[in-house]
């Protein structure tokens, strides 16, 4: 991709752009231009890029720990009381420059601050850069409960440069593939397909990686672009989240959230095959992926009884039913509410007894 790619996005709140620069300079440049611009930058890539970064000048640059615990009212305080202290006001334009945690708070601090002003995000995670740059969502944790409070408020604009992936974990590069595999299954036979042939071929970190980032991204527009906040359509995107964020949460976050999703889908996908939805050659197809692509690994202890009892606080578990998002078959996957019981119970079981599991 280059910055003459332009990359629209409709949103009730205003339509943003999202552009792609080859170099980091550049991008850093483009910041640099902003006005009133104050940047929450993960601390990390502050550190790793702080050449980079030096192009920023004298913008005042908040840094955030990556974490979970920041990710929270507290988190989003500690950047307003730095936004305060550089001297930002209703003008000001707060800069994200991160993964999804940076994009959580820095979303909501922009959101609060004089009742909302301008947020551009820099994704520098895969999740980030092919999922969650785009869809106005941002959502911290409260207590216990993860992603509980939260607002839409997108973006003026998505600034991308792919470079960021080069110093990524290949744990945090798989993790973005988790929601690349997803928006592969929703979109089409065709997508999941490609998307399995270039892995195969040239790993995660192959070459048609900037194809793929762009067909998710595509994906999700298409879908948020119809159903902006969620009421309907949307609720796709939640697919294999039902089964991940219960795995985040019995393994206390051990697992990277797009880990999770992955394993998710696989979840998703057995059930939707016992219940006779998805056929079992597409179950087999995407299976034998998730597994050697990803790397699931044998079974943990920790069984359907402890995954359904975070499935029913989760907050997407209304009383005794849950919403499943579950394929039909590749770009067609659907909205099934589900009983949580005994049945539910034993095709969790049964997928546990396939083995292939993630143990941390
Ligand atoms: N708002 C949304 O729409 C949305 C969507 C999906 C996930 N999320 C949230 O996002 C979070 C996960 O985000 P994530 O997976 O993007 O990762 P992250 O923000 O948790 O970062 C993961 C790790 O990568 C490091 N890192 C970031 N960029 C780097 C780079 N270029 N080089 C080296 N290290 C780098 C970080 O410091 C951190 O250690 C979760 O809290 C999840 O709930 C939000
Ligand atoms: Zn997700």
Known sequence: MTSTDAFI????QGDYRLDSFDRLDALLAEIARIDGAIVVADERVAELYRDAFAALGDIPVYRLPA?????????????????????AGKRSVVVGI???IVQDVATLAAHLWFRGIEFVFVPTTLLAMADSCI?????????AFKNQIGTFHSPSRVLMCHRFVATLSDDDVRSGYGEMVKLAIIDSAARFAELERDVEAGGFRGPRLDRHIRASLETKRRIIEVDEYERDLRRVLNYGHTFGHAL?????????HGLAVAWGVDVANFIAMRNGYFAEAGYAQVHRFLAAAFALRPAAAYGAAGLLKAIRRDKKAASGSVNLILPY??????VVSTAIDAKLEAHIDAYLRTGDIFAR
């Open 248 to 256: 985040e949460s019995v393994t206390d976050n051990a697992v990277p």
């Open 67 to 87: 974490t979970e615990r920041e990710k929270t009212l507290a988190g989003v305080e500690r950047v307003m009381l730095s936004m305060q202290a550089a001297g």
């Open 135 to 143: 869809g106005a969502k941002s959502a911290v944790n409260l207590g």
């Open 98 to 100: 991160g993964g999804g």
């Open 329 to 334: 078959g590749c770009g067609d996957v659907r």
């Open 9 to 12: 996005v409709a949103s009730a």
